[in-house]
Nanobody, 125 residues
Framework: VQLQAYGGGLVQAGGTLTLSCVAS????????MGWFRQAPGREREFVAV????????RYADSVKGRFTISRDNAKNTVYLQMNDLRPEDTAVYYC???????????????????WGLGTQVTVSS
């Protein structure tokens, strides 16, 4: 049961980054996958979630219109494309999976049972 996130880095405000999360093991077939983030001194917060087909997605208000979540099930990979990045987007980004039998989309971090280690995103002003 492993999730590995890639693609973080340092970018200037207004720039773009795309994060990838590769799932292996039992979570490889998790219908619901999400992204969360945690800035220093703050709680981990929801960013985006998608169901298996990509037909149901949810976004935090703070990223709506700028971030896009997608997935390639053949590659067991979920992506988070982040456009128009802002300094307040600086955080460690985590991908998470609800599990192989759970199909209900949720934005609550308590609903996710598997977590990756995270990747740092830093946006300079």
């Amino acid at each position: 049961v492993q999730l590995q996130a890639y693609g973080g880095g340092l970018v200037q405000a207004g720039g773009t980054l795309t994060l990838s999360c590769v799932a292996s093991g039992r979570t490889g077939a998790s219908p619901v996958m999400g992204w969360f983030r945690q800035a220093p001194g703050r709680e981990r917060e929801f960013v985006a979630v998608t169901d298996w087909s990509g037909g149901i997605t949810r976004y935090a208000d703070s990223v709506k219109g700028r971030f896009t979540i997608s997935r390639d099930n053949a590659k067991n990979t979920v992506y988070l494309q982040m456009n128009d990045l802002r300094p307040e987007d600086t955080a460690v980004y985590y991908c998470a999976a609800r599990g192989t039998r759970v199909t209900v989309v949720t934005t609550s971090r308590q609903g996710y049972y598997f977590w990756g280690l995270g990747t740092q995103v830093t946006v300079s002003s």
